[in-house]
């Protein structure tokens, strides 16, 4: 009986180990797709804000004008370095180069790049076709900013501690196409769009694990706060509460104080909002309002956040 139980045990053990394996994957299938982008037919302007407002954050270095990639805090040391790619037409360094215009798209719809490697980092599966063709376009265009810097700011390396730590949080996204964006016109639905691909849920909900990438407002606290990050120093912190909630949110600010902290990254009290907060200087005087009011339109949560 003693020697059943053993072999039972055995099995288990061997099965669990298979599970965790298998989900632990990093390479998946990559896109078919033919998909071929006319750059003279997509606007090269809203292309350029997107990039600025949805890539900009990673991968623009704002000390020499140019989307040449950075040191990334997300991952844990024990989990290996990170660092984002470098966007510019650089021969040697630079990365949309190396990509065709499906599998662009299709990395900034699933988080799977060309060699089948997942990028979690990368994903926007509820973003509009035209505007990912249009960041494509802009990437591929003679705008300063992306023209070729032959730099490289580190090379990437995941350990399987931190390849296993990332499948557990999340996981590659359908490929979904025939996404429209809303009507620009209407603020609430644009501000809800701009916070799902600017991904401000990403840092600003309640946990990583429970993020909703394809429908942003099902995220496990969804804008309450409280994620756990790192500054570039290395000292921990947690997101702050962006409902509307009076003592504990948003619920106060006006719109200049939304603006000064989004754009500025300076609170209502005059004080500094920490990195990795990025100051979001691309965004127009629209998009902020439409943020803002989307924002304003949510339940108000009472969720202090501890220090």
Known sequence: MQKRV??????????????SI???????????????IDETS????????????????????????????????????????????????????????????????????TGISKNGKFMP???RPMMADDDIKDIIAYLRSNDPAVAAYDTSVGKTHINFIGKT????????????????????????????????????????????KGLDYLEPEKSKGYLQGGIKLKTPEGKKLRTPNLTPDQE??????????????????????????????PKFKHLTESQVHAIYSYMKSLPPVHHKISK
């Open 6 to 19: 053993g072999i039972n045990k055995k099995i288990v053990t061997i099965v669990l180990l298979a599970g």
């Open 22 to 36: 298998s989900s632990c994957r990093f390479y998946f299938d990559t896109t078919t797709d033919a998909l071929t």
């Open 42 to 109: 997509r606007s090269l302007e809203n292309g350029k804000n997107l990039a600025y407002n949805v890539c900009g954050s990673c991968h623009y270095d704002p000390k020499v004008n140019r989307f040449i990639g950075k040191p990334l805090n997300d991952l844990p040391k024990i989990g290996g370095k990170l660092y984002s790619a470098n966007l510019t037409h650089s021969s040697a360094h630079g990365r949309p180069g190396q990509y065709s215009d499906a599998e662009l798209f299709y990395l900034l719809k």
């Open 121 to 123: 980092f990368m994903m």
């Open 165 to 208: 730590g990332i499948r557990f949080l999340t996981k590659p996204q359908p490929y979904h196409k025939g996404v429209t964006a809303p009507d620009k016109k209407d603020s609430i639905s644009n501000g809800r769009y701009l916070v799902g691909v600017i991904a401000c849920y990403h840092c600003h909900s309640k946990k990583v």
């Open 248 to 277: 504990t949110g948003i619920g106060s600010f006006s719109i200049v104080d939304f603006t000064n902290a989004i754009k500025e990254g300076v609170d209502p009290s005059g004080g500094k909002l920490s990195p990795p907060m």
